[in-house]
């Protein structure tokens, strides 16, 4: 199993501009989740989906949108880039309420 | 948002010794779990605890959550250089390890 991955793995971004982060997991989990890491903070959710077809917001969801349509992708979704979405986006997978499994990162850089 | 109160932001501590770091909320979480997380890496599961009261030991690394649900902490005892790193603690209002809410992290140094 490769796990948990993310691309792409570094990427710059102008304002204003769209991009899509993608994440995939081969463990068949019907939980996933993203989280954004800023300097000297944890982790923060993005959004989640507890199976294909259903999403929700979490803690800091505005100016991302998702959707899941597949249970092995989760794609996030930058409509028009702002220097503040500068950050390190990380993907997470779970099986039932089980620990969540993360992915290496993308590192986004919004000027 | 709300974060969870991690503390020490920091330690600075010779190979060997043992270390202690936990983990406050003002509100009760039902699930508490510790991560660590390398350079350049995404956070890794370290202990996963589900009940209050329960102390958990991986190895070298021992976890309690608390009894009144709105604190927890980890022990790793006779430090190593591996040990390096940053650790989080990440609680969820919910019974299971979902829509988590982390701490500030705890960077560890260790001293040859």
């Known amino acids: 199993n490769a796990g948990v991955t993310q691309t792409p793995k570094f990427q710059v971004l102008k304002t204003g501009q769209s991009m899509t982060l993608q994440c995939a997991q081969d463990?068949?989990?019907?939980?996933m989740s993203w989280y954004r890491q800023d300097p000297g903070m944890g982790l923060r959710l993005i959004h989640y989906s507890v199976g294909a077809g259903i999403t929700d917001q979490g803690e800091v969801p505005n100016g991302y949108n998702v959707s899941r349509s597949t249970t092995e992708d989760f794609p996030l979704r930058l409509l028009s880039a702002a220097p503040s979405q500068t950050s390190v986006y990380f993907c997470?997978?779970?099986?039932?309420?089980?620990?969540?499994?993360f992915g290496p990162g993308t590192r986004l850089t919004v000027t | 948002g709300q974060q969870l109160n991690q503390s020490p932001q920091s330690m600075f501590i010779q190979e060997g010794e043992d270390v202690s770091m936990n983990c406050t909320s003002s509100s009760i979480f039902n699930t508490w779990l510790w991560y660590k997380q390398d350079p350049g890496e995404g956070p890794v599961l370290l202990i996963a605890?589900?009940?209050?009261?329960e102390l958990t030991s991986n190895g070298r690394l021992t976890a309690q959550f608390g009894i009144t649900r709105k604190d927890s902490f980890l022990n790793i005892s006779a430090s190593i250089p591996s040990d390096v790193g940053i650790y989080f603690c990440a609680g969820s209002r919910i019974q299971g390890a979902q829509k988590l809410v982390f701490g500030q992290g705890t960077r560890l140094t260790i001293n040859p």
């Open positions: 463990m068949n989990h019907e939980y």
């Open positions: 605890l589900y009940k209050a009261g």
């Open positions: 997470a997978s779970s099986s039932g309420r089980r620990e969540q499994y």
